[in-house]
């Protein structure tokens, strides 16, 4: 089986749970990183991960190494900083289960991965996963596009999961170049039927996978919501119908789709003994998961176990 590390964010989602008597927010600080999420998600269904990141040295911090051990990440490569506090993401849900995003990060010690020690660790990875938040900080945009560089030298596989927050750039131009330059040294990329046109430039789900295989790409997933997932391997395709469930909260559904996802590729030997039949059982595992996780509250307390999932 191969293990799967992941690299970038790790966070404290302030997600809003509710108000008060007196109409003022509530807030669960829940941990999250989209990184991070896929690292728990692959764990929790029977697969090794690891991850490598920064927190602060504090409270918040604490919380963040805490929650890698609890799931049983290894979180040997997991830094900690006194140069800047652990980062937040206030996460607002609308009552259809939506989120919009506001970080405190100016920097956030997710920013502070020390370039030598996480290309020491990716050295030895099976398949390593990054995401695009990571890139918006030009403090680590370097450390993280020589990870992957270091990892893909050495045999990994690369996946990527380009996430965009629009608040974390100076531009759109800004966040769509940087975020399309790092498609040629990928496998396997997921991008979210929203973000399509901003990461390919084709809107349709058919024509956005192609253009991610046109740049060197080899298995695109572009994901539907509700209405499951489309997917392109070579000359073969496909869409996976969705799980329809009462949505409680959107966040990390996305992550637990790319971990489950992954999790059944680390399990049963790697991209190169893909098949189309094999992804279409993939992706249906991982639209499984991701709609359990959207059915319940929270990012990583929500993401299913593996005795909640049965593989076709």
């Known amino acids: ?31 999250g990183g989209a990184p991070a999420n896929v690292a728990v998600a692959a764990r929790k269904l029977g697969v090794e991960t690891a991850f490598v990141g920064c927190v602060g040295n504090d409270p918040f911090g604490e919380i963040l190494k805490r929650t ?49 020690r996480a290309l020491e660790t990716v050295s ?12 918006a900080a030009e403090a680590c945009r370097d450390t993280i596009v020589s ?3 270091r990892a893909k030298e050495n045999g990994a596989l690369i996946t990527y999961d380009p996430n965009y927050r629009a ?21 396997i990329v997921k991008i979210s039927e ?28 572009v994901t539907l919501g509700a209405n499951g997932a489309y997917w392109r391997y070579g000359a073969d395709s496909g869409t996976v119908p969705g799980f329809k469930v009462k949505v409680a909260d959107t966040n990390g559904a996305g992550d637990t789709f790319f971990g489950a996802f992954l999790s059944r590729v680390a399990k049963h030997g790697g ?19 991701a709609s359990i996780t959207a059915s319940r509250p929270g990012a990583i307390p929500a993401m299913p176990t593996e005795n909640e999932l049965t593989e076709e």
């Open 1 to 31: 089986m191969m293990k799967i590390t992941t690299i970038g964010e790790i966070l404290i989602d302030m997600t809003q749970t509710g108000t008060d008597a007196n109409g003022n927010a509530i807030f669960a600080a829940i941990p």
């Open 68 to 116: 890698l051990e609890r799931y049983g990440v290894d979180d040997s490569a997991l830094q900690t900083t006194d140069q800047a506090d652990t980062t937040l993401a206030v996460v607002t849900v609308d009552p259809h289960g939506e989120r919009s995003f506001a970080f405190c990060r100016k920097p956030g010690a997710d920013t502070q991965i020390d370039r030598e």
């Open 124 to 135: 030895h990875a099976d398949i390593l996963h990054f995401g695009s938040v990571s890139l």
């Open 147 to 149: 990870a992957v560089r």
């Open 167 to 187: 608040s974390l750039w100076n531009s759109e131009e800004e966040a769509i170049a940087i975020m399309r330059s790092v498609l040629p040294l990928c496998d």
């Open 194 to 221: 929203e973000e399509t046109l901003l990461l390919t430039g084709r809107e349709a789900p058919e024509e956005a996978a192609q253009a991610l295989m046109e740049q060197g790409v080899t298995l695109a997933i």
């Open 271 to 289: 991209l190169f003994r893909m098949r189309p039949d094999r992804i279409e059982r993939y992706v249906r595992y991982a639209n499984r998961a």
